[in-house]
């Protein structure tokens, strides 16, 4: 869960941040007080909240491997990146292929310090400060990182649920699909919930303790939509709780409750 929606955040410890949040719920150590509090507020509205952020992590991990793998792309633009972590999307990718090249984006000011420090000594891989939806300010910042006649990843994992309406989640991705050449793949997923309540509490918590830098859980019917763009072909297992995407030889992170979950899958560009 990371922050993406609107203007640059200024660095505010007081001021929980979804990217700081998601850190404390994966055992991280790069959070404060505030984002502590709010994590435990968030258990006790969805107290699998814990378990849902180690699953999506596993999730990324996976994916990655695989499009490194099965697609042979050796170029990722991880939107919404978030606080570096165990297995980076550089690290996975790097050990299928060592000359992938990775452009981490985020706009939190935590992300970007922390993500520089530890990529400086990497020249295949960067940090770029941009919002997610300004897709064609992404576009110039990668030149002459990124090929754009050629394959690329585009991963937008556990963020799209940061974007309110208003900034029309769908369009980000259509916008993004656009410029990549065939055979690139967009890997999805955010929060849905079958639950009125979940959906309701959290995105008030959430909304409420990052001052609006969020936008909402949403239902897996919406999520669905997000994919049905143009030159965009869902490819198996389909979209589903990523938790069950592609599963074999991993072992599975205890689920408390399937209360909400995060929901997308992998698609190409035909």
């Known amino acids: 869960m990371t922050e993406s929606a609107g203007a640059f955040p200024q660095f505010d410890p007081d001021r929980p941040s979804t990217a700081r949040m998601h850190d404390w719920l994966l055992g991280g150590r790069n959070n404060y007080d505030s984002d502590r509090l709010a994590g435990e507020e968030l258990l006790r509205i969805a107290p699998s909240a814990r378990e849902l952020a180690r699953s999506n992590r596993a999730f990324l991990v996976r994916a990655v491997g695989h499009i490194a793998t099965r ?43 922390y993500g520089r420090a530890l990529l400086d000594e990497n020249p295949n891989v960067t940090i770029l400060p941009a919002d997610l939806v300004e897709t064609e300010d992404i576009r110039a910042g990668v030149q002459g990182r990124i090929d754009f006649s050629l394959p690329v990843a585009a991963l937008f994992v556990s963020v799209l649920h940061c974007l309110p309406d208003s900034k029309d989640p769908r369009a980000v991705i259509e916008r993004t699909v656009r410029q990549l050449a065939a055979g690139s793949v967009v890997v999805a997923c955010q929060l849905v919930s079958g639950s009125a309540r979940i959906r309701r509490q959290v995105t008030g918590l959430m909304a409420e303790r990052t001052g609006g830098r969020w936008g909402r859980v949403r239902t897996e019917e919406e999520v669905r939509r997000f994919f049905d763009v143009d030159r965009l072909t869902v490819q198996e297992p389909g979209l589903l709780d990523v938790a069950r995407w592609m599963p074999e030889d991993v072992p599975q992170i205890r689920r408390v409750d399937d209360d909400w979950v995060e929901f997308g899958g992998l698609a190409t560009v035909e």
């Open 71 to 113: 697609y042979g792309i050796r170029q990722f633009l991880d939107h919404g990146s978030g606080l570096p972590t165990r297995q980076n999307v550089h690290q996975v990718a790097q050990a299928v292929h060592r000359d992938c090249k990775v452009v981490y984006i985020d706009n939190d000011p935590m992300v970007l310090s």
